[in-house]
């Protein structure tokens, strides 16, 4: 066997040890949840559970320590992520293009692409507003939430938001890969256009042609308009600490950070 | 075995720590100093945690020395009706605009977790267009959970830290079990349930699958991450791309494991890789030239006075990097001291276990003009002693069921509610409110004075009675005679209340 394949194997094993092995705290973990009736947890019944699964963790360790020693023998092998490149190499090209020199059929196929992202960019929005609003209704309206039940109520809401959220994603997914697919459709379309003869403008031309003015300004004084945005917001998070010290939103952070919070590890 | 011995040394001098690694390793010891923590199993109580760490690390971590911004932010957004957020959010601007996700690269302790994990060798996932497109997840969460959920709770004045009870792995790995290994909080494990599960289901599923993708927690989850990204562009310090010098190869974004789109956007955690990769030097350090300016190198119009320039450069470097070092060796040793050796911690007294005779206390009544009540006053009745605060979600939510058990004990039993807090300010009107005709007998702890006299906290008979863990509720029975025969940290049940209440009174 050889060595390439002796590494590969090991390494699949450990990935497949720690997987199982995860599966297996987790496993255990419900398993004391659901078995230990009203006070499910005590040190000694943990310990029972973590004794058994002592030797799972040390095989597991083991299968960890073996790879990395055939990875150090043998070599490691290295992998070039894979990257889109289209859109930043696109708004570099682009930007550059002038399409009053671009040849007609290119030049409506361009604006076209960039016509059905935008409409693609406000069908998403829609979807997304109208998600967020019955969110937001549903929210609002929904009488209960109070101390008693609130663990129950949450539950209850979030079998109402979670199907909202996941649409909300799943839009976002969409809309992402329909944008990603109908920018190399434009990259290609763009070196289609600079190829046939069209103009290719520099930085400062491009930004002249810019009609939005204010645009055109600030990229101009990019370095300005930067240095006095950084200086706004020291100037404004100074002034918000100096207000919160004085209205006690200081002492309220301390008060917290001091006392265990138990919700937030997982204690009640 | 000569080569086999060459390639292990070539291993360890390819991977021998990098800056960066130095100055995450750094960082998390210096926001988790408190050592003594670990050892007592409490928490930090020290005037540091009036600041926050611009990382993720949970205050109830014993080591923490500092707020979690997180936690604090959200805190913030459920006392919003009450306090306008300003402090917290001036934190929160300032790490955003001085570093952006320089943060998350550098500082985070979570991050170097999953850094470290990501490091064992098994197949990785790499990145792809799905993987873009789950990165604005963290967005979602951002809005939901860090403000929605809170600001919502906050209207019904409940204080609901959304992420960090629902999601946060931090809080797991660095509060709960941190905690929980110590044998001082063997009587904690009482206190899990199913939100224990299921974070700690969460954090296994974290863990694992940091190991196959890289820092899967930042990329795809953490709303921290997502606030630093928005000002990452415009942060002081990080990486920026001269487009001027870039050729546009993609080498950047190919060596990049994060999603980003170009470097230095939203995505990018400022680590650095891209730099040794770019074939023009196109991407270097924002912000390096304020404190190293190569203005000399610049003006020279020779080479040699270019050489001699740079020669003056790099010594300088030199210079500033012992500066900075010895700098933040003092810091660390001075924290490490600070939280370890000056800052005293309370031990408990005698008269916190079962059996024992509870101490004298004289609780001023709320709203009572000034009156008092005394354990003593009430010997012959069992007593029911539960510490609260009006910052306290779990606090608040048995209250009610212990409404309810004080009218129907209400011969044989008092009730005895002890607000603890910093301040007395809103004790009295949440009483008012949701508990106006209460057979409940609300009282304040009384202040803890340091060696200067000054008062720090409302919470004197909590520590004595045995609450130094600063887990809140806490809830301790008396007999009829003043002795302890029940005591618990975390929130009770009506039900095993009731019990513990009946076999007090069977003592009768």
């Known amino acids: 066997m050889s060595k390439s394949k002796i590494k590969g194997i090991s390494v699949l094993i450990t990935s497949v040890l720690l997987i199982l092995l995860g599966i297996l705290f987790i496993a255990c973990t419900a398993h004391l949840y659901l078995t230990g009736g009203a006070r499910p947890y005590s040190r000694e019944r943990v310990g029972e559970y973590l004794s058994l699964l002592a030797i799972p963790s040390l095989i597991t360790l083991l299968s960890c320590v073996v790879s990395f020693v055939f990875v150090l023998l043998f070599g490691e092998e290295k992998s070039e992520a894979r990257a889109d490149l289209t859109a930043p190499t696109l708004k570099r090209l682009s930007g550059r293009l002038s399409l009053e020199d671009c040849p007609e059929k290119i030049k409506g196929e361009i604006l076209l692409e960039r016509k059905k992202r935008k409409l693609a960019l406000l069908f998403s929005a829609v979807f997304i507003a109208v998600f967020c609003i019955v969110m937001a209704v549903f929210l609002l309206n929904f009488k209960r939430f109070t101390l008693e039940s609130y663990n129950a109520d949450v539950i209850e809401a979030a079998l109402i938001v979670l199907p909202l959220a996941v649409g909300i994603v799943g839009v976002i997914c969409v809309k992402y890969y329909f944008d990603s697919e109908s920018k190399k459709r434009e990259l290609l379309l763009v070196r289609e256009g600079l190829s046939a003869g069209a103009k290719a403008i520099g930085d400062t031309e491009a930004r002249e042609e810019c009609k939005c003015k204010a645009l055109a300004f600030l990229s101009a004084h990019s370095d300005k308009v930067l240095l006095i945005s950084r200086l706004t917001v020291i100037a404004l998070a100074l002034v918000f600490i100096g207000v919160g010290i004085l209205n006690g939103g200081m002492a309220d952070v301390l008060g917290k950070a001091v006392r265990i919070c138990t919700e937030c590890i997982g204690l009640g | ?63 923490a020395l500092t707020a979690c911004p997180l936690g604090a932010l959200q805190n913030a957004f459920s006392e919003s009706r009450k306090t306008t957020p300003y402090y917290i959010f001036g934190i929160i601007l300032i790490y955003c605009i001085m570093f952006g996700r320089w943060i998350c690269g550098w500082l985070c302790p979570f991050g170097l977790f999953q850094d470290l994990v990501y490091k064992i060798k098994t197949p990785k996932l790499k990145k792809s267009k799905v993987t873009k497109a789950l990165s604005y997840l963290k967005y979602v969460v951002l809005v939901f959970f ?44 009482l206190m899990l349930g199913p939100l224990f599960t299921w974070k700690f289901a969460l954090l296994v599923s974290f863990t ?62 400022n680590c650095g890789d891209c730099i040794s990769v770019c074939p023009t030097q196109a991407i270097s350090w924002r912000g390096s030239k304020i404190i190293l300016p190569d203005n000399e190198i610049k003006a020279a119009t020779t080479d ?19 500066i900075v070092a010895a700098v933040l060796a003092a810091v660390l040793a001075g924290a490490l001291i600070y939280a370890n050796f000056i800052d005293k911690p309370t031990k408990p007294t005698a008269g916190s276990e079962i059996g024992d005779a509870c101490y004298s206390m004289e609780l001023e009544i709320v709203d009572g003009g000034g009156a008092t009540v005394s354990v003593e006053d009430l010997a012959g009745k069992v007593v029911v002693v539960n510490f609260w605060g009006t910052w306290c979600g779990p606090c608040k ?109 069977l003592k009768k």
């Open chain 2, 146 to 189: 860090v403000v929605i959920i809170p600001l919502a709770y906050a209207f019904r004045d409940f204080p609901l830290p959304g992420f960090c009870k629902y999601i946060c792995p931090a809080g797991t790995l660095g509060g709960a079990i941190a905690l929980l290994i110590n044998p001082a909080n063997s009587g904690k494990f």
């Open chain 2, 208 to 269: 694992v699958a940091a190991i196959f993708i890289y820092r899967v927690f930042c990329r795809f989850v953490c709303p921290l991450g997502a606030l630093y990204g928005i000002f990452n562009k415009i942060a002081i310090f990080g990486i920026k791309l001269e487009k001027k010098a870039c050729i546009d190869c993609g080498k950047c974004i190919t060596t990049c494991k994060m999603d980003i789109t170009t470097v230095g956007d939203h995505e990018c955690i």
């Open chain 2, 304 to 322: 040699k006075e270019r050489e001699a320039a740079s020669a003056r450069l790099k010594k300088r470097k030199k210079v500033v990097s012992i």
């Open chain 2, 1 to 63: 075995m000569k080569a086999t011995l060459v390639k292990i040394k070539n291993w360890f001098v390819r991977h021998a720590p990098t800056k960066r690694r130095i100055i995450q390793l750094y960082s998390a010891l210096l926001f988790n100093a408190n050592i003594k923590g670990y050892i007592t199993g409490d928490i930090f109580k020290g005037l540091s945690k009036n600041a926050c760490t611009p990382g993720l690390n949970c205050y109830s971590c014993p080591g």
């Open chain 2, 397 to 505: 939510e048995e209250l009610p069921h212990f409404n309810e058990l004080a009218s129907e004990y209400s011969d044989s039993v008092v009730f005895l509610i002890v607000h603890t807090d910093y301040t007395r300010d809103e004790a009295p009107a949440y009483i008012a409110e949701h508990f106006p005709s209460s057979k409940m007998l609300f009282v304040y702890d009384v202040p803890i004075l340091n060696e200067d006299g000054n008062a720090t906290g409302d919470d004197k008979y909590f520590t004595e009675l045995g609450g130094t863990s600063g887990f809140y509720p806490r809830t301790v029975v008396l007999d009829i005679n003043g002795k302890i025969t029940f005591t618990i940290d975390g929130k009770i049940e009506k039900a095993e209340l009731a019990d513990e209440i009946d076999r007090a009174l």
